[in-house]
Nanobody, 123 residues
Framework: QLQLVESGGGLVHSGGSLRLSCAVS????????IGWFRQAPGKEREGVSC????????NYRGFVRGRSTASTDTAKRTDYLQMINLDPEDAGVYYC????????????????WGQGTQVPVSS
């Protein structure tokens, strides 16, 4: 089984940037991808990005494309999501999830996810 712990959230001013971390422990054979999704109060969860560790392929949803970078530090077993130029629409709880593979910017298959990290964005 996998355990994921997100960190790096906190208040960001509009136009600011952040870097979220996702520390992974445990092992589940066949799990090669880390995705990020977010959820704002009263809204559906939104997939943000997905990275496939087998080849480093990364996909981003349209509203973050060009201002987000997903990356992996294999030695630390930690994934990161860096975002710039945030606006209030980016506010929410950000979660990372681990799964077998990416389907676009989302995880495909049964996934594990962490407890989330809150990102408020002030206007």
């Amino acid at each position: 089984q996998l355990q994921l712990v997100e960190s790096g959230g906190g208040l960001v001013h509009s136009g600011g940037s952040l870097r979220l971390s996702c520390a992974v422990s445990g092992v589940t054979p066949g799990y090669h991808a880390i995705g990020w999704f977010r959820q704002a109060p009263g809204k559906e969860r939104e997939g943000v990005s997905c990275i496939d560790h087998r080849d480093g392929t990364t996909n981003y949803r349209g509203f973050v494309r060009g201002r987000s970078t997903a990356s992996t530090d294999t030695a630390k077993r930690t994934d990161y999501l860096q975002m710039i130029n945030l606006d209030p629409e980016d506010a929410g709880v950000y979660y990372c999830e681990a799964g077998p593979e990416c389907r676009g910017w989302e995880i495909a298959g049964q996934a594990y996810w962490g407890q989330g990290t809150q990102v408020p964005v002030s206007s």
